[in-house]
């Protein structure tokens, strides 16, 4: 089945949020993700043959635009560019004014999510966010399931470490122990 | 009591293990709170690093990326080559119609002017090119009616004219003037890109972009780098969705 549904370019728009939250979270930075999302969009319009039917569209989009990320990061390495530490912390200060209060709350853990490790920050990503299963996750990524798996861990015990996100869960429990 | 490793907890938490497996967790979790401590780890972060990253989700796609995201889909579907193009920049208010007989540059070349000096430039031979520079003929009451009607990803045929109007997209732009990026494509195959800004009462045309174009019409994406600089000049919003589009054409009528 081919149905027309199926073609890249009439998914790739609908999808663009998402794209560019995946490339947003990836790189810290909008100007550098809107380039690596037209990139990837450009990209996928140019192989579309090689995009399978039936398979995760999503899936398929986030390996390109990771491996674009990946160019990216590689070239700015041999430019000797310097990364804007700045930038990065910006991840998830989505809402600009709005939300402040929500964002008091939330801003540790997105900062804690833009100071893992890239490796890191990738599986969290797409797993925790983006729901992929970590055989997915291994493909998209193109590294060993295993490797998910630890870098999925540490991803998560640092975050909990940095936030002391697992505090509360723990305690409310250890007050019902009937001891 | 089995002794569950991180990993075991993780893949517990994210759904990765097979039956057995989580009911022998499920099970133990029953009856030992460290287990449930650690498990906890594992569970928040997910729904943490969910919860912080899906406003990201709701951030409106820029209108530059989503315009050329939608040229290139356009482009891949006319099955069209880029090839080269001339920008046209021009003004829509009267000046003096001798001062140039008409604007052909390179697109490189033109961008400064394209950007920077739209009112006092105007594209006064229009009669020489047939077709696309019909479109800054704003005094044209098809293409007015087209612009206060036609949704965006629509195509009309402009009334009494055998050009053919689409509009790719709908915007604010730094000053909150409701403007359309469209295009025209003419009998003789050219296209024209082009941005309008209600402004005063009546569309004003203030950027155009004359790409030749072939039979299938669409613009090659090469003559859109002005564009995408000019959008990026007047602080374009994020194209509107459908709902809001309409509402902003009603509140023009």
């Given amino acids: 089945m081919t149905g027309k549904a199926d073609r890249v370019e009439d998914q790739l728009v609908a999808f663009l949020p998402n794209l560019r939250r995946f490339a947003i979270s990836l790189c810290g930075s909008r100007d550098i993700a809107d380039d690596l999302v037209q990139m990837a969009c450009e990209r996928a319009l140019a192989n579309e043959q090689h995009f399978e039917r039936g398979t995760r569209f999503d899936a398929w989009m986030f390996r390109i635009l990771h491996n674009l990320w990946i160019d990216d990061i590689r070239k700015r390495k041999t430019a000797g560019h310097q990364e804007d530490i700045d930038e990065r912390h910006d991840i998830a200060g989505v809402s600009g004014e709005r939300e402040m209060e929500a964002r008091l709350t939330l801003t540790s853990v997105s900062q804690a999510i833009a100071d893992l490790a890239d490796e890191q920050r990738e599986v969290l990503l797409l797993v925790c966010v983006e729901e992929f299963s970590y055989r997915e996750t291994a493909d998209i990524l193109a590294i060993p399931i295993g490797t998910v798996m630890s870098r999925l861990a540490r991803a998560r015990r640092n975050l909990s470490l940095t936030t002391g996100i697992s505090a509360a869960p723990a305690r409310s429990d250890g007050i019902k122990r009937p001891e | ?253």
């Fill in chain 2, 1 to 253: 009591m089995t002794d569950f490793s991180d990993e075991i907890l993780m893949r517990f938490a994210d759904g990765e293990l097979d039956a057995e497996m989580t009911a022998k967790v499920g099970q133990a979790l029953e009856s030992d709170d460290a287990l449930v401590a650690r498990l906890a780890v594992f569970i928040e972060t997910r729904v943490q690093a969910h919860a912080t990253l899906t406003p990201l989700l709701d951030e409106p796609v820029p209108f530059t990326l989503a315009a050329s995201v939608q040229r290139m889909i356009e482009a891949k579907r006319a099955g069209e080559r880029p090839e080269a193009s001339s920008v046209i920049p021009f003004g829509s208010r009267t000046a003096n119609r001798s001062w140039r007989q008409h604007w052909v540059l390179p697109i490189a070349a033109s961008l400064a002017v394209a950007v920077g000096g739209l009112a006092g430039y105007l594209a006064a031979d229009r009669t020489g090119r047939e077709g696309g520079l019909l479109v800054a003929g704003i005094n044209s009451p098809a293409l007015r009616q087209a612009l206060a009607s036609v949704v965006s990803g629509a195509q009309v045929n402009l009334a009494g004219s055998e050009e053919r109007f689409r509009v790719i997209g709908t915007f604010r732009n730094d000053a909150q003037d409701l403007c359309r990026e469209f295009e025209v494509d003419s009998p003789d195959s050219s296209t024209v890109i082009s941005v309008a800004c209600h402004l005063n009462g009546d569309w004003q045309v203030n950027f155009a972009v004359v790409a030749p174009g072939d039979s299938s019409g669409y613009a090659p994406a090469s003559s859109t780098e002005a564009l995408d600089a000019y959008l990026a000049a007047i602080d374009a919003g994020a194209p509107m969705p459908a709902e809001e589009e309409l509402r902003a054409l009603d509140a023009l009528r």
